[in-house]
């Protein structure tokens, strides 16, 4: 292979963009995200519930409504509230747990961890305001029969900032942990 060929392979590596699978490594952005995550989440099966809801009502007041179907949407209501409050716990620990994985696949040197201990604080902070945001909503008058039915989506968000400083802690062993004094 002559010497410009090679040259040209290089620049197209070079050129090559990056994707999100392609940087393994578990961060604080992670965190950021996995909150950003568990926020929407939250919010969207909050909203989702209270439209269930709304519509379970319309049809157990409508009188030209078979039975059948009176029975089908409350037991709909009721499949809702446990699954999608189950699905929000095993999403906060997948991805608490990928996070773990990919930060064990990048060592990190040692004299960085002041910088992750302040980018810490920052985001236990910012969680806090997640946490807030969630349950200023789920105050709301509308919302808050259908915000008491979940019960794990409460509790995990109630806690927010406690869970996202649990992660951090075990993501920072995890990624310090890994670096090796020859490196």
């Given amino acids: 292979m002559n010497g410009t060929r090679?040259?040209?392979?290089m620049k197209r590596k070079e050129k090559k963009a990056v994707s999100f699978f392609e940087c393994k490594q578990g961060s604080i952005q992670d965190l950021i995200f996995i909150g950003v995550i568990i926020?929407?989440?939250a919010m969207s099966v909050l909203i989702g519930?209270?439209?269930a809801t709304d519509f379970d009502m319309h049809i157990q007041n409508d009188t030209m409504m078979p039975n059948t179907s009176k029975t089908a949407s409350t037991q709909f209501l009721g499949y809702f509230t446990s699954s999608f409050d189950n699905v929000f716990l095993f999403v906060v620990i997948g991805l608490a747990l990928a996070t773990l994985a990919m930060a064990a696949l990048v060592p990190v040197h040692p004299i960085f961890l002041v910088f992750y201990i302040i980018g810490l604080i920052i985001t236990i902070v910012l969680s806090a305001i997640f946490s807030n945001i969630y349950n200023a909503m789920a105050s709301n008058s509308q919302l808050v029969a259908q915000a008491n039915q979940l019960t794990n989506i409460s509790f995990i968000i109630g806690n927010l900032p406690f869970i996202i400083g649990i992660f951090g802690i075990l993501?920072?062993?995890?990624m310090y942990k890994v670096w090796r004094v020859g490196e």
């Fill in 49 to 51: 519930f209270k439209l």
């Fill in 39 to 41: 926020l929407a989440f």
């Fill in 171 to 174: 993501l920072m062993a995890v």
């Fill in 6 to 9: 090679k040259l040209v392979l």
